[in-house]
């Protein structure tokens, strides 16, 4: 039974993104680059390691995620690498993003060097994609 798990994501881990609207998902289903960007005024987007855990754990996080005004769609999985070739289409800072570990709650990872200890995290799976700065609050 796994105990811990690594901090360092690889490039060709995959990970998933709880989808919460359908305008981020294109007709043939495949998420929209939209879908990788932070909410307005926020500089990161939640993403669960999926190598780690099933289906059914994953979509249980996502469904406790709490958003005003948005319902659960549903996920998107896909790799770290994939993320970064999306995202390198943007035109601005945007595209210059890390995919970092982190587990949740926070206020409970005092030791960021080596692994994450499961049983000390509600959610040992969580990490964030990081932007350089927040999202701006206006749509272009």
Known sequence: MVTSISREIDSDECVVRGIFHSLHVRSDGKIKREALLPPPGSGD????R???IGATE???????I???NQIYFGVALVSVNKIKE???LFENSYKNIHIIATPLPREKDTNTEGNI???DFDNPYHADMCYPEPYPNVVA
């Open 58 to 64: 994953i979509k249980g996080l996502i469904k406790r």
């Open 50 to 52: 999926s190598q780690w």
């Open 117 to 119: 200890i499961l049983k």
């Open 45 to 48: 987007v939640s993403l669960i």
């Open 66 to 68: 709490s958003i005003p």
């Open 86 to 88: 999306r995202v390198s």
